[in-house]
């Protein structure tokens, strides 16, 4: 057993993890004992966040993404408009505030990962925290063929003309598939996926997605290959840029024509749809999603918190802005939507009367 001694008869017995008794003789001939709280090798101190704006960034960025841009407007075209912001709302106090809470204070209290968290409440339930990274894993893999297909059309953006903005042209005629399907759905079929007739035939390797999807999952690397001293830093980024690329379309999407129609549909309710209980039923679920609840990741960005720091506030304030974000990315939504259905009934007038 290892003693560290030091000048004035102090003596520190180092490998104990928790705790150390301080024998301190004086030049008087006093003795005092004071017990001070000295990390170990079973009791390393975990890394914390440089600042509570990571932190906040960070829990930001998780919880804001694809539920809110992608899903949120489709339940609440399907789910009777407006009226789906009432059993939304309701959910999100009744149901996602407490659980973003609670993730958020036993992960800050206990000040370790999901599955260590769930293993020091009782072994038995240690499982809670396996089953939530696994899906962590897989929620992980989809997301990355995701940030595959923007990247490869990022690349493809670098043109003078967008490839996606016409149809190809078989000798004078435009191809009767792109014409019935339109640009963006042939692009996206044909050029991007170069998806196969069916599940049967796999249709080969394509090159130029794969190498897509491995620069995505070196960007992933690079982020969180020091842990939160790296991604803490990449957050600045991650967490706002969506937020000035989401203003950008607002700004250009509410210009266009058709705009006012699309939002109209969005904010007029359906007040008949909340006797179903599938509505209900979707807004309880969009909340774990659009939150991010049961994946364990809020218990580990919450664990690298001081015990101190005031969770419930924390709590508040990110589930309040996720649900403010889901309503904004849902009027540059449906403004787009407005335009893309006045475009489409004006090429079928147009059809119409040269016939």
């Known amino acids: 057993m290892r003693k560290d001694t030091y000048s004035r008869g102090v003596e520190l017995n180092s490998m104990t993890p928790d705790k150390e008794d301080f024998e301190f003789n004086d030049d008087d001939g006093d003795l005092s004992v004071t017990t001070l709280e000295i990390p170990g090798p079973e009791g390393q101190q975990r890394q914390a966040w440089d600042s509570k704006i990571q932190f906040l960034l960070s829990v930001v960025g998780y919880a804001v993404g694809l539920g ?6 489709y339940l609440c075209q399907q789910n009777g408009g407006g009226a789906f912001l009432i059993p939304y709302v309701i959910m999100l106090f009744f149901e996602g505030v407490p659980l973003f809470y609670l993730e958020l204070g036993i992960g800050q209290k206990l000040r370790k990962g999901s599955i260590g968290v ?17 899906i962590g894993i897989f929620v992980a893999l989809y997301y990355n ?15 003078k003309h967008l490839p996606w903005s016409d149809c190809p042209m078989e000798g004078n005629v435009t191809l009767k598939e792109c014409h019935i399907s339109g640009s963006t759905s042939y692009y996206w079929y044909r050029e991007a996926l170069n998806i196969s007739p069916g599940i049967n035939d796999f ?3 394509q090159f130029k997605m794969l190498g897509c999807l491995v620069l995505g999952w070196v960007i992933v690397f690079a982020c969180v290959m020091r842990g939160i001293k790296s991604s803490g830093k990449v957050m600045y980024f991650t967490a706002t840029f969506p937020y000035l690329v989401l203003i950008a379309f607002c700004i250009r999407a509410v210009t266009l024509p058709g705009a006012g129609a699309g939002l109209a549909h969005m904010f007029t ?3 008949s749809k909340l006797q179903d209980p599938k509505v209900w039923l979707d807004a309880s679920t969009q909340i774990f999603y659009s939150l991010g609840l049961g994946f364990g990741s809020l218990i580990a960005f919450a664990s690298y918190n001081p015990p101190t720091s005031n969770c419930r506030r924390d709590a508040i304030m990110v589930s309040v802005i996720n649900c ?16 893309k259905a006045m475009n489409t009934h004006t090429v079928c007038l147009e059809e119409y009367v040269s016939r």
């Open 269 to 271: 309710p359906d007040v």
């Open 68 to 73: 809110n841009i992608w899903r949120f407007p």
């Open 145 to 159: 063929v995701i940030i595959c297909w923007c990247l490869f059309y990022l690349f493809s953006s670098f043109r």
């Open 324 to 339: 403010g974000t889901s309503l904004f990315a849902s009027i540059v939504v449906f403004a787009v939507l407005g335009f």
């Open 118 to 134: 769930w293993n020091h409440i009782h072994p038995y339930i240690g499982g809670v925290g396996i089953s939530s990274c696994i």
């Open 203 to 205: 249709g080969g390797v």
